[in-house]
Structures are given as structure tokens and as C-alpha cells.
């Protein structure tokens, strides 16, 4: 195949990629508020995608504001998670005592639902405080066993190679563990960054029955509260295009540092 | 070329069991000579490359010794030994350029001239137009290229090759044993190759030990005395032809009375 038409299909491809789920959504939106009109359905049980959007609108100050609350606690979280989970990883694959003695914890943290976490961080920790320790307890724990995963997937030819040098510990871990384990770690980052999310909303909703809070997932609460039903979904689509915009980020952050090398980032064709 | 009969490194009486109770070597004796192109040819199984990673010092023997002579001894030190595996074993992370230049960062040696020592090592494979490229843009052929320049990088007194060409293509294959018997003249070094074919070994070596199985050992040994340079009229020859046959009724040999799987 020459390569123009490769191209002109691959334009092709693209085209109907981004149309067909733009036509999906228009039509789904499309169906739902004319079943609202002509159902005359109240907004408090089920308001037209038009009063969300206009509710978005004459609400944003508060709901952006909130939003900004948000995603602070879930970048920190995020930060905080892949900084612990990445260390956390390395010592475990430097000391194998330390990892005999700390992993256990880590499961025991990623296994208890976060949701029943949440409110004794609340009584212990100044709120802000226990609503980031929920988005890094959640996020942390991928990292981790990703990086693991990874620090001990070395080629072992390669490993081979590096002793026949008489490479030092430090040598292997640089120049050969890290980057053999950056394609699993970004992986592990990639389901942290959703999950810091998670925790953030789920530590704020929490938050919420102990009296205080501002983030998006308060604002969703406190609508439903209220019957505010068109600010709940308001809140709650920006929450998902919060959620979006993070995968996407991270996946192109996964793109640019394996794009040169790893099979995951590269073209079929070569 | 006539090679002196100084030995290099000497193997004696080398078993190597493995935590499973796989016996891979069971009293095997060699000794490569300075200069020589020596092949160890065996079916899979015989132990070939657990005798090529004894002496690499990448794998200890469970019995018996490893020696190098104290001339020698400098050789054994990091940076002495060049090894090229059956894979290219290239960090696929890394540009060609860096790839050729772990030796010299492991070892820290040379780093005032690194850049024109890695230079001088692609030139000597052909890739010097490959530098920023990354291991996946190339061929195998290339990329085994870059493996055997890495090798080379730190102009290693031995280079020991565990079957580096097994997974070519065969018109890569004769293309690469000629070159790499053009490095081996021009560099003056040692190659302990392993090889399961008999063709490419006749073809290489000054000598060939063949090898039997269950234990790993030798079995017996064809020197293969057709001067140097050999090109492609060689392999056409009958002479060629002729070695060929011999080692290959000692592989033959070699595989008899066990009654290899």
C-alpha cells in the first residue's frame, strides 16, 4: 500500500473516530431532553441537559471554585502516591526485609474500602489533611505494585550484562531497573490518577456528614440535600470531564516518554 | 595465520549442577588459546553456553577450576571480556550511541575518549549513520550489529559469543560471520563462538569442540586448518566441504551412544 493512501485511510479512521461518539452523545442528549419535555418531567427528578448546562453556567463561580478544591486534593493525592508508591518500591527492591516487613501493611491499606477509612481520618486529622490521606491511600497502592512489577522484570540477559561490567547497585537500579520499570510504573500512575480522584470525592462526601467541605463532591451532596437535582449534575459532569481530562493527560504523558521505544507507544506499521 | 599456543584461559575438570540436579557440565576441560577463533559446537543441551557463561565468570562452577594465566589475568577484570548473547540484548530505552556506550560508563573507563571509541566501534560494524537511532528501528541483522559493537567498545582481550547468529535470516547470517571474521583478524583478539551448526563453525573457527550431552563434555575436536581470509569461495569449496563432513561425523559421534532426545 502506498504511503498516501495509508494516510488518507488512517485520516479516514480518525474522522469516524471522533464523529461516531460525538453523534452518539448528540443523539443521547437529543432523546433525553425531549423525553423530559414531552413527559413533562419536574427538573427535581430528572432536569433536561439544557437546565444542567444553564445551571452550569449561572452557577459557576461556586461550582468552579469547588472544582478547584477538587483537583488540588486530587493532584496532591496523586503526587503524594506516585512519590510514596515509586519509593516505596525501590526499597522494597533494595531491602528485601524492609519489603518482608512493610508490604503486608500496604495490601491491608489498599484492601480496606476506603469509604470506611474515611471517617476515622476525619476524627484524627484536620479535615483537609484526612481528605488528601484518602487520595493517596487509594492511588498508592498501583503505583506500587506496578513499579514492583516492573523493577523486577528485568531482561535477564541485560542484568547479565551489567554484572559481566561489574556494575555497581546503583548502576543497575539507574541505568537498568528504573527504566525497564518506567512503561509498568506510568501504567500504575495511569490507574492512580483516576483513583486519587476517587479518593478525594469519597473523603469529601465524607467530609460532609462531619460538617464541613467545599469540593465538588460537597456541592454534590449538599444539592442533593437541597433537590437541587440540575447543580448535582452539573457538579457531577464536571467531576467526569475532571476524571477525562486526567486519563488523557497521563496517557500522553505515557505516549511521549515511551513513544521512541516501548511497543505499547508505536505504530502497527513500521 | 598461525596462532600461538599460549593459552588464555584454561578450564578444568568444570562441573555445574543446578538447583533443579540438571547436571550442564560434568568434567569438562578446555583451553582457549590466545588469538584463535575456537567454536563450541553441541546439540542443545550439551552445556555449550553454561561453559561460555563459567567463563565469562557469569555463572560459577560447582566443581573445578576456571584459570587464567597470570599474562592474562588482566582480562578477567570487567571491561577484559566482550559477550554477545543470542538475543541482541539491547536496552531498548536507549539510542544505538548509548547502547554502544554502557561498557564504557559501567566500567568508567575512557570517558575522556568515550565518544570516538564508540565511534571507532560502529564504524567497525557499519552502523555509523545508526547512532541516534533506537534498538527498534533496526533490523535484527542491525541490531546485532550494535550488540557485537558494544562488545567490542572496550577492545576486550576474549569475545565470547553464544550463539549470536542462531536467529537470522541466513543470507544476514554469512554476511555477519564475514564480518565478524574481518573484526577478528583486525583487532587480534580471541572468540569462543557457540554455535549448533556445523557450517558456521567450519566456516569461523581455527578449531572446533564438539560436544556431547548428558554430561556436558567434550567430545572430541576438528581443527580446521584452511588458511585465512575465508570468503565466499570458501563455503563453495571442497575443502569446505570436506571439513564439514568431518565435523559433522564427530557431532555424529558426539550424539550416538547417549541417544540424544
Not at chain 2, 25 to 52: M, Y
Request: aromatic share 10%.
Amino acid at each position: 500500500m502506498t504511503q498516501r493512501r495509508t494516510a488518507e485511510r488512517e485520516g479516514r479512521d480518525l474522522f469516524w473516530r471522533i464523529l461516531l461518539p460525538v453523534a452518539v452523545l448528540a443523539l443521547g442528549l437529543e432523546i433525553w431532553e425531549q423525553t423530559v419535555h414531552i413527559a413533562d418531567i419536574p427538573p427535581y427528578v430528572l432536569p433536561a441537559p439544557s437546565l444542567i448546562w444553564q445551571t452550569l453556567i449561572d452557577d459557576r463561580a461556586l461550582l468552579f471554585q469547588s472544582l478547584g478544591v477538587t483537583l488540588a486534593t486530587t493532584i496532591e493525592g496523586f503526587l503524594l502516591a506516585a512519590f510514596g508508591g515509586i519509593s516505596l518500591a525501590i526499597l522494597y527492591n533494595q531491602w528485601r526485609f524492609f519489603e518482608y516487613a512493610f508490604y503486608p501493611y500496604a495490601v491491608v491499606l489498599q484492601v480496606t474500602p476506603i469509604v470506611a477509612i474515611a471517617p476515622l481520618l476525619l476524627i484524627y486529622l484536620p479535615q483537609y489533611a484526612a481528605v488528601l490521606v484518602c487520595a493517596w491511600i487509594v492511588a498508592f497502592f498501583p503505583v506500587l505494585a506496578n513499579t514492583t512489577l516492573g523493577l523486577n522484570s528485568v531482561d535477564r540477559n541485560l542484568r547479565d550484562l551489567f554484572s559481566l561490567y561489574g556494575a555497581s547497585h546503583w548502576q543497575v537500579l539507574r541505568r537498568l531497573k528504573l527504566p525497564s520499570a518506567l512503561p509498568y510504573m506510568l501504567g500504575g500512575l495511569r490507574i492512580a490518577g483516576g483513583l486519587s480522584l476517587i479518593g478525594a470525592v469519597v473523603a469529601e462526601i465524607a467530609a460532609d456528614s462531619a460538617g464541613a467541605g467545599s469540593g465538588l463532591a460537597y456541592r454534590i451532596a449538599e444539592s442533593g440535600y437541597r433537590l437541587n437535582i440540575p447543580r448535582m449534575f452539573a457538579a457531577l459532569l464536571l467531576l467526569s470531564v475532571a476524571g477525562i481530562v486526567i486519563f488523557y493527560l497521563l496517557a500522553l504523558l505515557n505516549f511521549l516518554a515511551l513513544r521512541r521505544w516501548h511497543e505499547s507507544a508505536l505504530d502497527q506499521e513500521r | 595465520m598461525i596462532n600461538s599456543s599460549k593459552s588464555l584461559v584454561t578450564l578444568r575438570g568444570v562441573t555445574k549442577t543446578f538447583a533443579n540436579g540438571t547436571i550442564a557440565l560434568g568434567g569438562f576441560d578446555l583451553d582457549v588459546r590466545a588469538g584463535e577463533f575456537l567454536s563450541l559446537l553441541g546439540p542443545s543441551g550439551c552445556g555449550k553456553s553454561t561453559a561460555l557463561r563459567i567463563v565469562a565468570g557469569l555463572s560459577e562452577p560447582t566443581q573445578g577450576a576456571v584459570e587464567w594465566p597470570p599474562e592474562a589475568a588482566a582480562i578477567s577484570d570487567p571491561g577484559g571480556i566482550g559477550f554477545v548473547f543470542q538475543d541482541p540484548t539491547l536496552m531498548p530505552w536507549a539510542s544505538v550511541f548509548d547502547n554502544v556506550m554502557l561498557p564504557l560508563r559501567l566500567t568508567r573507563a575512557g570517558s575522556d575518549r568515550a565518544d570516538a571509541r564508540i565511534e571507532a566501534a560502529l564504524e567497525r560494524v557499519g552502523l555509523q549513520d545508526f547512532r541516534s537511532a533506537y534498538p527498534r528501528e533496526l533490523s535484527g541483522g542491525m541490531r546485532m550489529r550494535v550488540s557485537i559493537a558494544r562488545a567490542l567498545v572496550t577492545e576486550p582481550g576474549v569475545l565470547l559469543m553464544d550463539e549470536p547468529f542462531a536467529a537470522l535470516d541466513e543470507i544476514t547470517r554469512f554476511k555477519l560471520n564475514e564480518d565478524l571474521l574481518r573484526l577478528w583478524q583486525a583487532l587480534h583478539m580471541t572468540v569462543v563462538f557457540v554455535t549448533h551448526s556445523v557450517f558456521e563453525s567450519v566456516y569461523l573457527s581455527n578449531r572446533v569442540v564438539v560436544m556431547a550431552v548428558r554430561p556436558g563434555r567434550v567430545s572430541s575436536e576438528v581443527a580446521i586448518d584452511a588458511p585465512y581470509p575465508r570468503d565466499a569461495n570458501f563455503r563453495t569449496s571442497i575443502e569446505y566441504a570436506a571439513l564439514c563432513r568431518r565435523t559433522s561425523e564427530a557431532l555424529g559421534k558426539a550424539m550416538a551412544p547417549g541417544g540424544s532426545a
